[in-house]
């Protein structure tokens, strides 16, 4: 494994003070939890003692999943630094699933989805806005050939996603595909190269300890915040449930865009930091991995936890659930073909932007479908016209035709789009 950068914000004792601080909200979060019981809180004020709970303790899994991925190696150790980094997200969905509210269920997967894929179309835009503000040209976007696996998985579990929102449920036999997807992109992304672990901040703290200490450092990180995150999630995610529905608020809605927003901070900040320094791609690429993860552990545990729960084998999907995974997928499929090229285009990240914006502000079922329309037609537009990108693509998931030509499958094709 190639080693990674360590210069990046690991001067003085700051990362010690950033994990300090995030400790101390998780442990916050922890006595909010263990009070409750014993002294009678506020609802609104213990949802916001949860969530700075949950905020601090998906900092430290953040932060120890980027470290983690360069101290060990391996496609196991891999996939379950994956399963960290999405763990909030998984804990909160399996809960819903396994306690049959079912009109729940899709609530956090769509909206911390498309937060995340929307992020990595958007990021040339966010570059030329930083970078005109400081009065220099923007730098073009590169992703490696490697990202190619991200993008072919999205695309295949985009497209197998139709069919269940056709059918109006999400059965047992989908969920084992898309774990079987999972495991596919868990085995061939432990064979990409060309690119170093993306490892700043505090995780780059982590790796300039004696060799020794790293590794028990990101495990008791790991550890410590998986406690935290498994103990409270749940409570918080009731007690902002409770705090909406007593203000009025859609229940789906506040589920679908408050708790995304603080278990996906992490990852957003890692990308702020990466796009700070100068590799944009490496930020794209921690979107792209996190999406997928989503899309294939996320969504395929999901059926699992429900006939666990004492449901059937397949999880029903509402009418309003059916329109949002719709919408969700259609965005998928725009994002791969935005990025099927491994160029971001400029005009792209602004159409995803408006389209994310519009239907935020009018998040009716009309307003979603309408977008999932238009991105859509973008999308199909945009594969039929650089069609000649979905070979190599497939090819790097090892679905295309002679999957072990790896010399090929990193080749960029010749044209453009």
Same mark, same amino acid.
């Given at each position: 494994?190639?080693?990674?950068?360590?210069?990046?914000?690991?001067?003085?004792?700051?990362?010690?003070?950033?994990?300090?601080?995030?400790?101390?909200?998780?442990?916050?979060?922890?006595?909010?939890?263990?009070?409750?019981?014993?002294?009678?809180?506020?609802?609104?004020?213990?949802?916001?003692?949860?969530?700075?709970?949950?905020?601090?303790?998906?900092?430290?899994?953040?932060?120890?999943?980027?470290?983690?991925?360069?101290?060990?190696?391996?496609?196991?150790?891999?996939?379950?630094?994956?399963?960290?980094?999405?763990?909030?997200?998984?804990?909160?969905?399996?809960?819903?699933?396994?306690?049959?509210?079912?009109?729940?269920?899709?609530?956090?997967?769509?909206?911390?989805?498309?937060?995340?894929?929307?992020?990595?179309?958007?990021?040339?835009?966010?570059?030329?806005?930083?970078?005109?503000?400081?009065?220099?040209?923007?730098?073009?976007?590169?992703?490696?050939?490697?990202?190619?696996?991200? /993008?072919?998985?999205?695309?295949?579990?985009?497209?197998?996603?139709?069919?269940?929102?056709?059918?109006?449920?999400?059965?047992?036999?989908?969920?084992?595909?898309?774990?079987?997807?999972?495991?596919?992109?868990?085995?061939?992304?432990?064979?990409?190269?060309?690119?170093?672990?993306?490892?700043?901040?505090?995780?780059?703290?982590?790796?300039?300890?004696?060799?020794?200490?790293?590794?028990? =450092?990101?495990?008791?990180?790991?550890?410590?915040?998986?406690?935290? !995150?498994?103990?409270?999630?749940?409570?918080?995610?009731?007690?902002?449930?409770?705090?909406?529905?007593?203000?009025?608020?859609?229940?789906?809605?506040?589920?679908?865009?408050?708790?995304?927003?603080?278990?996906?901070?992490?990852?957003?900040?890692?990308?702020?930091?990466?796009?700070?320094?100068?590799?944009?791609?490496?930020?794209?690429?921690?979107?792209?991995?996190?999406? !997928?993860?989503?899309?294939?552990?996320?969504?395929?545990?999901?059926?699992?936890?429900?006939?666990?729960?004492?449901?059937?084998?397949?999880?029903?999907?509402?009418?309003?659930?059916?329109?949002?995974?719709?919408?969700?997928?259609?965005?998928?499929?725009?994002?791969?073909?935005?990025?099927?090229?491994?160029?971001? =285009?400029?005009?792209? =990240?602004?159409?995803?932007?408006?389209?994310?914006?519009?239907?935020?502000?009018?998040?009716?079922?009309?307003?979603?479908?309408?977008?999932?329309?238009?991105?859509?037609?973008?999308?199909?537009?945009?594969?039929?016209?650089?069609?000649?990108? /979905?070979?190599?693509?497939?090819?790097?998931?090892?679905?295309?035709?002679?999957?072990?030509?790896?010399?090929?499958?990193?080749?960029?094709?010749?044209?453009?789009?």
């Amino acid at each position: 494994m190639t080693a990674p950068t360590r210069s990046l914000s690991t001067s003085g004792t700051r990362w010690h003070r950033q994990i300090a601080v995030a400790a101390g909200c998780a442990l916050g979060g922890v006595i909010v939890h263990a009070l409750g019981p014993l002294v009678p809180v506020p609802v609104p004020l213990a949802a916001l003692g949860l969530g700075v709970g949950v905020l601090g303790a998906s900092f430290m899994l953040a932060w120890a999943a980027d470290a983690g991925e360069a101290v060990f190696s391996g496609g196991l150790v891999l996939a379950a630094v994956a399963l960290v980094g999405v763990l909030p997200e998984f804990i909160i969905e399996v809960h819903f699933a396994f306690t049959q509210q079912a009109a729940l269920v899709t609530a956090n997967l769509t909206g911390a989805t498309r937060l995340l894929l929307t992020v990595a179309v958007a990021l040339p835009l966010l570059l030329a806005v930083r970078r005109r503000g400081a009065g220099r040209p923007p730098e073009p976007i590169r992703l490696v050939p490697a990202r190619r696996l991200e /993008l072919a998985i999205l695309l295949v579990t985009a497209l197998f996603a139709v069919q269940i929102i056709v059918r109006g449920r999400l059965t047992v036999i989908d969920g084992i595909v898309l774990l079987t997807l999972y495991v596919l992109y868990a085995r061939r992304v432990q064979g990409t190269s060309g690119e170093e672990p993306a490892v700043v901040g505090v995780a780059a703290g982590l790796l300039s300890l004696p060799t020794r200490y790293q590794r028990p =450092a990101v495990a008791a990180l790991l550890l410590g915040a998986a406690a935290v !995150v498994v103990l409270i999630a749940n409570p918080f995610t009731h007690a902002l449930l409770a705090t909406g529905t007593s203000l009025g608020m859609d229940p789906y809605l506040l589920i679908q865009s408050v708790v995304p927003a603080a278990t996906e901070a992490p990852e957003l900040v890692v990308v702020a930091v990466l796009v700070a320094n100068r590799r944009p791609a490496q930020g794209l690429a921690l979107l792209l991995a996190a999406s !997928v993860s989503q899309w294939t552990l996320g969504m395929g545990a999901l059926p699992l936890a429900y006939l666990a729960g004492g449901g059937g084998p397949a999880l029903p999907l509402a009418a309003r659930e059916q329109v949002e995974l719709g919408f969700t997928t259609a965005l998928t499929l725009f994002v791969v073909a935005a990025l099927i090229t491994l160029r971001p =285009a400029f005009f792209d =990240a602004v159409l995803i932007v408006v389209v994310f914006v519009l239907q935020l502000v009018y998040p009716t079922p009309f307003s979603r479908f309408a977008a999932g329309f238009v991105l859509l037609v973008f999308a199909i537009n945009l594969l039929v016209s650089r069609r000649r990108y /979905l070979r190599p693509m497939l090819r790097a998931a090892g679905l295309g035709r002679n999957p072990s030509a790896r010399s090929r499958a990193g080749a960029a094709p010749r044209g453009s789009r």
